[in-house]
C-alpha cells in the first residue's frame, strides 16, 4: 500500500498513526494491515485506567501527576473522559476505540453520574466491532441511557414515548419509516423497565408492564421492550439507516447510493456484524479514491487525539482536554442534545474555529515554558509532558506524505511554501517544532 | 511570513501580556466610530425558570391549592400588582418594575410546544416551530445578521456577540454568524500570530470555508477589542454578573455590535427547588440591577433592551420532589428605559383551563415579541426574518 493511503486509513480507522509507525506499513498488502487493524481491535479490550498515578516525563526524573487530585473529586466525568482519552492516544487497538467513539455519536447519553456512565462506555467498546444486535439490546437497558430518554420510570398508566422515539427515529429507523402509532405502541411495550438505584441492574418490573396486545409495524401481539427491539432488526431499513451514518463517519458526508445498498446487504445478510462491515470499507477500492481523502472535518476528540499522537505532545489534566474540546463543541460524555454531535462544516464557528486551529500554539508555547501567565494554559493548571518528537520528517511520515503536501502548500501564501522548501530537515529541532506549528494550524489540519 | 518574523512572532509568546495588547490597540485607535443606536441584550435562563413562583398570582387560590409546598406564603412576597407579586429575594426585580422599566408578557410560548430543553430552546432561537423546520440551521439573529451583512460597513459577526460559554444556534446564519467573547479572552495573547493566519485562500471547499470563517473570527476580535475596557462599577462576583459588565463595558464604549446573547443556568428545579430558585433569581436580580445602573449612568439604557426568556415554563402543580417539572406557557420579562409600556401587559395565567397536562396554555405566540423589536425596536420588516406575519405588541 501507498503511504498516502495507509494514512488516510490510519485517519479513517483510528486517530492517525504515530512518528516511525509509516514505515512499519509502506509495502504491506491492504489485507495485511486491514487485518492488522482489526485484530489488534479485537485481541483483547484494553482497560480504562482510572487511576491517579504519575506520568514520566521524558529525559527527566520529574513526574507529573495524572490529574489535579481536587478536580478528580469534583468532575468525575471529565476522569472518565480522560481515562478513554489516554487509550485513544496510546493507539493500541485504536479501531475499537474509533468505533466506541463513533457509537457514542450514534447512540448519545449524557449527564449522569460517573458509575452509570462508566457503564455506558464499556458497553459501548465491549460492544463496538461486535454486533449492534447485542449492543442495542445491552444500550436499551443501561441505566445510563434509561436515566437520559427517561425509560426507567414509564408506567402503563402512563408510557413515556421519549426512548421509543429517539429508538425508531435517530438509533434504527430513521424518520418516514414508522409512524407516531408505532411510537406509541412500543412505548406501552417498554412500560415496566426499572434498574435498582444500589447496583445499577436493569430489572423488569411486570405490575408497571402493560401486557395489552399492541401493534407494531404491522404486526400484533404482546410485545415486550425487548421484542420491539428485534422488530425494528428485522428490517432492512435498520441495517441501511445504520450503514448510512457510519459511511457518514468513516467515508464521506455525500453519500454514494449503490454502494450505501451494497453495505446494507452485507450489514443485514451478517446480522449486524460490525466488524464484517468495516472491513469490507477498508478493503474496497472507492474508499481510497482521491475524491474521499481528506473529505471530512476532524472532530475534535479526533482533532486532539490525533494532535498527541502525531507530536507525542501529551496533554496532561481533566480541565486541559475538557475545556479544549468543550470550547470546540465535543464534551464527551455530555453531547448538546439526543441527536448527537454536528457533522461536517457545522463544526466550524466562530468560537470552535479558534480553539480548533490555534490550540498547537498554546500548546508548544507551553511545552517551551514561553507561556504567559494569565494565558489560556494557565486558567487551565494543565501541564504539558515534553515532546519526545524531534524531527519535522517524521511527524510529516505521521501526518501526509511530503509530496501531496508540498502540493498542498503551493496553496500557501509564498512565504509559507518557501520556509517549508527551505527547511533543514536535519536541522536543530527548534526548526522542526516551526514547521508543525505551520502544518497543524493550517486548515488542512482540519481535514480528516 | 519568512522564518525571522516567525520567531519573532514566537517571541511575543514569551514576551505576554505587557507587550501584546499595545500592539492591538494600535490597530486603529482613530478609526473607532461609536455606535449610538437600539440594542437588544437577549438573557436565557437555562433549564426552563418556574415563571409562577417568579412572577406570583398571589390571589389565587388554584396557585396555591396545586403547591402544597412550593407555594410562596404571602409575607414572603412583595405586591407588584393587586394580583401580581414577587418573592422577597427578587427584592432587585421588584426595584425594576417600579421604577417602571420592566413589561411583563404571561402565557408566552410555542404554538407547537415541545418538553425537550434542547428542541425547545432551538424552538426559541431558531424561531420556527417543528412543523415550520424540523432542523432548523438558522437563528433569527442570524438570519438578521445575513440581510444586515450586504450594506454593513463593519465586519458583520461583530453585529452579534455571544457572551455565553458555547456558541448558540441563535447568532447562526446562512452566511454570517456572530461571535464569541470568549475566544477574546483566550487568544488576544496570540493575535499577532493569528494575523498571519487569515489573510490565504484555498481551493479545498473545506479549508478555504474554515479559512473564511477564521477570518471572520479574528476580524471581530480585533475589532471589539478595542471596545473593552475595565468596569468601574460594581457588579455581583457571579458568572452572570461578570457577563453582564463585559457586555456594559462594549455598549458604554460604543462598540458596533447590536445584540448581545447572555445565559444563566441552573432553572431545571426537578428537586428541591425553593434554594435553587431562590439564588438564581437574587443572583439575577443583582446582576441586572448593577447593568441597569451601569448603563443609566451612561445614559444609555433608553437604547438597550433586554429580552428575558426561558425555553418553557414549569407545571403548575408540584412534583413529589418537592420541585416542578417541565411546562409549556412561561411569563416573559423587558427592560428598558426606552419602553412605551411597563408593567404587567396581559391577562396572568388562567389557573382554571389549563393545557393538556396540567400547564399554562400558551396565549401568545413568542414571535410577537419578536417581531415587535424587529419592526418597532431595530426599524426592520419582520417577515425578513421570521416566518410569516406576527402581530406586533406596544412595549415600544
Redesign the interface.
Known amino acids: 500500500m501507498e503511504a498516502i493511503h495507509i494514512q488516510h486509513l490510519f485517519r479513517r480507522a483510528g486517530f492517525g498513526l504515530g512518528p516511525q509507525e509509516l514505515k512499519r506499513f509502506v509495502g504491506k498488502r491492504k489485507e495485511d494491515i486491514v487485518d492488522f487493524l482489526l485484530e489488534d481491535a479485537m485481541r483483547e479490550q484494553s482497560k480504562l485506567v482510572i487511576l491517579n498515578e504519575d506520568i514520566p516525563v521524558p529525559n527527566s526524573s520529574m513526574r507529573l501527576p495524572r490529574y489535579e487530585s481536587f478536580r478528580a473529586e469534583k468532575d468525575k466525568r471529565g476522569v472518565l473522559a480522560n481515562a478513554w482519552l489516554d487509550l485513544m492516544v496510546a493507539g493500541k487497538g485504536v479501531l475499537r476505540e474509533k468505533m466506541a467513539l463513533f457509537w457514542h455519536h450514534h447512540l448519545p447519553m449524557g449527564g449522569q453520574s460517573f458509575e452509570l456512565t462508566k457503564c455506558y462506555l464499556e458497553l459501548l467498546r465491549e460492544h463496538a466491532l461486535g454486533s449492534f444486535r447485542d449492543l442495542i439490546h445491552a444500550v436499551a437497558k443501561t441505566p445510563a441511557m434509561m436515566r437520559y430518554l427517561d425509560n426507567h420510570h414509564s408506567h402503563k398508566d402512563a408510557p413515556n414515548e421519549n426512548f421509543p422515539r429517539e429508538l425508531l427515529e435517530l438509533f434504527t429507523l430513521g424518520v418516514g419509516h414508522y409512524t407516531l402509532q408505532d411510537v406509541k405502541e412500543a412505548a406501552r411495550a417498554f412500560t415496566g423497565w426499572r434498574y435498582n438505584h444500589d447496583t445499577n441492574v436493569f430489572y423488569f418490573d411486570r405490575s408497571a408492564h402493560d401486557e395489552g396486545i399492541k401493534t407494531f409495524l404491522g404486526r400484533s401481539g404482546r410485545f415486550t421492550g425487548e421484542d420491539i427491539i428485534d422488530i425494528v432488526l428485522a428490517q432492512q431499513q435498520c441495517a441501511r439507516h445504520l450503514v448510512r451514518a457510519i459511511y457518514r463517519f468513516f467515508v464521506d458526508q455525500k453519500e454514494d447510493e449503490d454502494i450505501i445498498e451494497y453495505l446494507t446487504d452485507v450489514y443485514y445478510e451478517s446480522d449486524y456484524n460490525t466488524a464484517q462491515l468495516l472491513r469490507e470499507i477498508f478493503l474496497s477500492d472507492w474508499f481510497y479514491g482521491n475524491v474521499h481523502i481528506n473529505s471530512l472535518v476532524k472532530t475534535p476528540v479526533e482533532l486532539l487525539v490525533g494532535f498527541q499522537r502525531q507530536t507525542t505532545v501529551k496533554l496532561i489534566g481533566i480541565k486541559t482536554h475538557d475545556q479544549l474540546l468543550w470550547k470546540m463543541g465535543q464534551r464527551l460524555f455530555a453531547p448538546p442534545n439526543v441527536g448527537g454531535w454536528p457533522s461536517g462544516n457545522q463544526w466550524i464557528n466562530t468560537q470552535t474555529v479558534l480553539y480548533r486551529t490555534c490550540f498547537p500554539i498554546i500548546t508548544f508555547a507551553v511545552a517551551n515554558r514561553t507561556v504567559p501567565r494569565k494565558s489560556l494554559y494557565y486558567k487551565l493548571h494543565s501541564r504539558i509532558a515534553h515532546s519526545e518528537l524531534r524531527s519535522f520528517r517524521y511527524f510529516m511520515d505521521a501526518v501526509y506524505d511530503r509530496d501531496s503536501m508540498f502540493e498542498q502548500l503551493s496553496e500557501l501564501p509564498c512565504s509559507w511554501s518557501v520556509f517549508f522548501w527551505n527547511m533543514d530537515i536535519e536541522g536543530p529541532e527548534e526548526v522542526h517544532e516551526e514547521g508543525i506549528l505551520y502544518y497543524t494550524t493550517s486548515p488542512y489540519y482540519q481535514l480528516n | ?3 525571522r518574523r ?2 519573532q512572532n ?1 517571541a511575543y ?5 505587557t507587550f ?1 495588547p499595545q500592539l492591538l490597540a494600535s490597530c486603529g485607535t482613530d478609526t473607532i466610530k461609536r455606535f449610538r443606536g437600539k440594542r437588544l441584550v437577549l438573557l436565557h435562563l437555562q433549564g426552563g425558570n418556574d415563571g409562577l413562583n417568579t412572577f406570583v398570582p398571589w390571589r389565587n387560590d388554584i396557585y396555591y391549592a396545586s403547591r402544597p409546598n412550593l407555594a410562596i406564603a404571602k409575607h414572603e412576597l412583595i405586591e407588584l400588582t393587586d394580583e401580581l407579586a414577587t418573592p422577597v429575594w427578587a427584592q432587585d426585580l421588584a426595584d425594576l418594575y417600579f421604577d417602571g422599566c420592566m413589561a411583563l408578557y404571561h402565557n408566552v410560548g410555542s404554538p407547537q410546544p415541545n418538553t ?4 425547545s430552546t432551538d424552538i426559541w432561537h431558531a424561531a420556527f416551530t417543528p412543523n415550520e423546520r ?1 432542523n432548523p440551521r438558522t437563528g433569527w439573529i442570524g438570519r438578521y445578521l445575513d440581510m444586515a451583512s450586504r450594506k454593513s460597513e463593519v465586519p458583520p ?1 461583530t453585529l452579534a456577540v ?1 457572551a455565553s ?3 448558540s444556534l441563535l447568532l ?1 446564519g446562512e452566511n454570517i ?4 467573547i ?2 477574546l479572552r ?2 488576544s ?2 493575535a499577532p ?2 494575523e498571519e ?1 487569515y ?6 471547499p ?6 473564511k ?2 477570518s ?3 476580524v ?2 480585533r475589532t471589539l477589542h478595542q471596545y473593552f475596557s475595565p468596569n468601574a462599577f460594581d457588579y455581583p462576583p457571579s458568572v452572570l454578573g461578570a457577563s453582564l459588565a463585559q457586555v456594559a463595558s462594549l455598549i458604554k464604549n460604543g462598540a458596533p455590535t447590536l445584540f448581545f446573547f447572555i445565559t444563566q443556568g441552573g432553572y431545571d428545579t426537578h428537586l428541591a427547588q425553593p434554594g435553587r430558585q431562590k439564588r438564581l433569581l437574587s443572583e439575577l436580580g443583582a446582576g441586572l440591577k448593577a447593568f441597569v445602573r451601569d448603563l443609566r449612568a451612561a445614559g444609555l439604557f433608553k437604547d438597550t433592551l433586554v429580552l428575558i426568556y426561558s425555553e418553557f415554563g414549569r407545571r403548575v402543580k408540584e412534583n413529589v420532589n418537592m420541585g416542578t417539572d417541565h411546562g409549556v406557557g412561561n411569563t416573559i420579562c423587558i427592560l428598558s428605559d426606552g419602553l412605551k409600556r411597563a408593567g404587567s401587559c396581559n391577562e396572568l395565567p388562567d389557573l382554571n383551563t389549563l393545557a393538556h397536562r396540567n400547564d399554562v396554555a400558551v396565549h401568545m405566540d413568542f414571535r410577537r415579541v419578536y417581531a415587535t423589536v424587529l419592526e418597532k425596536w431595530l426599524g426592520v420588516p419582520a417577515p425578513s426574518v421570521l416566518p410569516g406575519h406576527f402581530e406586533v405588541l406596544d412595549f415600544v
Open positions: 511570513m519568512d522564518r516567525f520567531i514566537s509568546l514569551a514576551v505576554g501580556t501584546v425537550s430543553h434542547f428542541k424540523a459577526s455571544d460559554e458555547t456558541f447562526k454568524q456572530g461571535c464569541t470568549g475566544g483566550d487568544f495573547h496570540f500570530y493569528l493566519l489573510s490565504t485562500c484555498h481551493e479545498h473545506v479549508a478555504s470555508y474554515l479559512q470563517v477564521r471572520e473570527a479574528i471581530a476580535m
